[in-house]
């Protein structure tokens, strides 16, 4: 039995881990991938406070991690926790074959790219069509694509993109972004970034391999077919919640519902980071909740006795 379970690696988990460790209390971090979670695939993170040039999403994930991995936390990768159980005072996770027992849990397990559900878009995933400009960017070269969304994770990978592409069409079903301010004026000053406004990705066509992309106008309903080798899909998230008990509530959108000590509805039970109904979406957000959540579960196992309060010192 350790102390703590943190479930998700993302900087919210990352970071509970770092206190907790520090704290001298025994956590586990486990991750159904490796860590690092959506961060690790932003180009460049410029909001970032200590970074005044920016820092690949990458890069900082590998620190925390190094930082959190130097105080001590257990960190287990391809470790996907498939059902929380919570029985009497013990969080059970279970994964596969395998289960973990904690006194304290804390959900740290963020959000995965919304699909759009069209004819064609699971069949060209990885043929043309990807959620990761980061990762995939490199493949279009010198080639035309298009970006569907208007939030700023969109437009944000539309101007990582416009790097390597001919030419970027940002599909937006409204006449106006939903992506920050200033992100839109960098777009807007792209020569290779063009608007495509009221329209809607309706159908993927290609053989092998992604050809063209069929978009509607949703004001004159007329379509229209661009010939295109790549489509990236920026169009929401939905949070990774599939695998908690009923004890824990959920808000109407399925993000876990917590009080403002991050405290879920189930005892011993936190939350932090994007999984977190109301949380703001950001690195250094999703880190300072990471924090708190890790500082709360200390108290939480301070007052059931399994820890004995802190005394002062360095901490
Ligand atoms: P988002 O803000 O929810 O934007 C999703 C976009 O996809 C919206 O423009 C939405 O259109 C569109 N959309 C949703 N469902 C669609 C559908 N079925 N068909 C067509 N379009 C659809 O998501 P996000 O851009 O991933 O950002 C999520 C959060 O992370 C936000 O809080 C954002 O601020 C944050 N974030 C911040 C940064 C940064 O600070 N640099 C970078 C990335 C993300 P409507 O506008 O019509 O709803």
Redo the contacts with the bound molecule.
């Keep these: 039995m350790t102390d703590v379970l943190i479930i998700g690696g993302g900087p919210a988990g990352l970071t509970a881990g770092i206190y907790l460790c520090r704290a001298r209390i025994k956590a586990m971090l486990l991750e159904q991938q490796t860590v690092g979670g959506q961060a690790m695939l ?1 180009p460049l ?3 970032y406070p200590g970074f005044p040039d920016g820092i690949e999403g990458a890069t900082l994930m590998e620190r925390m991690k190094e930082q959190a991995e130097k105080f001590g936390l257990e960190i287990l990768s391809f470790q996907g926790v498939e059902q929380l159980l919570i029985e009497g005072d013990k969080k059970i996770a279970v994964s596969g074959a395998k289960s973990f027992e904690a006194r304290s849990a804390i959900i740290t397990a963020g959000r995965s790219p ?1 699909k ?1 559900g069209i004819p064609g878009e699971t069949e060209f995933t990885g043929r043309g069509v990807s959620y990761c400009a980061t990762c995939d960017a490199p493949f279009f070269r010198d080639r035309e694509i298009i970006v ?7 437009i ?1 990978e539309s101007l990582h993109l416009a790097s390597f592409a001919s030419k970027v069409t940002v599909v ?3 006449s106006e ?4 301010e200033y ?1 839109e004026e960098r777009a807007r000053a792209n020569p290779k970034i063009e608007f495509l406004f009221n329209s ?2 309706v159908e993927l066509r290609g053989e092998k391999t992604l050809s063209s992309a069929v978009i509607l106008n949703n004001l004159t309903g007329e379509k229209q077919e661009l010939p295109v080798s790549g489509v990236f899909l ?4 939905v949070p990774n919640t599939g695998f908690l008990p009923a004890e824990v509530d959920l808000d109407e959108n399925g993000y876990v519902k917590t009080n403002d000590r991050l405290e879920t509805t189930a005892p011993g039970v936190f939350a932090a980071g994007d999984v977190r109904s109301g949380s ?3 690195v250094i957000c999703a880190a300072a909740e990471g924090a708190q959540a890790a500082m709360n579960a200390q108290g939480y196992l301070e007052s059931t006795g399994a820890r004995k309060p802190y005394e002062g010192g360095s901490n």
């Excluded at 972004?177 to 920050?180: E, G, T, V, Y």
């Excluded at 920026?234 to 998230?237: A, E, H, T």
Aim: overall charge positive; proline content about 0%.
């Design positions: 932003s993170i410029e909001n919304k759009l569907v969304g208007g939030g700023d994770a969109a944000e937006h079903r409204r972004l939903r992506a920050s992100l809607e990705l920026y169009v929401g998230n703001r979406k950001q």
